[in-house]
C-alpha cells in the first residue's frame, strides 16, 4: 500500500533552517510528481512546494519562494524540502504528497518561534 512518512520537523528560531525529507513506498515514485503541503492552525492546507518527476521542473508558493527548495532522490524514494530564513508564519503541519494520488502522510510538525 502507499506509504508516506514525513520527518525532519521541530522547533527553530526565526531565520534559522530545517530540512524535511518525505519516504515514499507503494508506488512508482519516480513517475510522479510530488508535492509538498502545509497547513496552519485554523486555516486550509496549502500548496507550498511542488516537483517534476525527473527533478527537473519546480514551483513554488510566492510566500516561499527564494528561501525554500525542493529536490528528490528517485533512486531513494525520496522528497525533501530545505527550508531557510524560516519566519514564525511557516509553523504548519508539512506533508508531502504525489499529484494524482489521492494519498497522505502524517504529517511532520514545523514551529518557528523564540
Known amino acids: 500500500q502507499v506509504q508516506l512518512v514525513e520527518s525532519g520537523g521541530g522547533l527553530v528560531q526565526p531565520g534559522g533552517s530545517l530540512r524535511l525529507s518525505c519516504a515514499a513506498s507503494?508506488?512508482?515514485?519516480?513517475?510522479?510528481?510530488m508535492s509538498w503541503y502545509r497547513q496552519a492552525p485554523g486555516k486550509e492546507r496549502e500548496l507550498v512546494a511542488q516537483?517534476?518527476?525527473?527533478?527537473?521542473?519546480?514551483t513554488y508558493a510566492n510566500s516561499v519562494k527564494g528561501r525554500f527548495s525542493i529536490s528528490r532522490d528517485n533512486a531513494k524514494n525520496r522528497l525533501y524540502l530545505q527550508m531557510n530564513s524560516l519566519r514564525p508564519e511557516d509553523t504548519a503541519v508539512y506533508y508531502c504528497?504525489?499529484?494524482?494520488?489521492?494519498?497522505w502522510g502524517q504529517g511532520t510538525q514545523v514551529t518557528v518561534s523564540y
Open positions: 507503494g508506488f512508482t515514485f519516480r513517475m510522479y510528481v
Open positions: 516537483i517534476g518527476s525527473a527533478g527537473g521542473s519546480t
Open positions: 504528497k504525489p499529484n494524482s494520488l489521492p494519498y
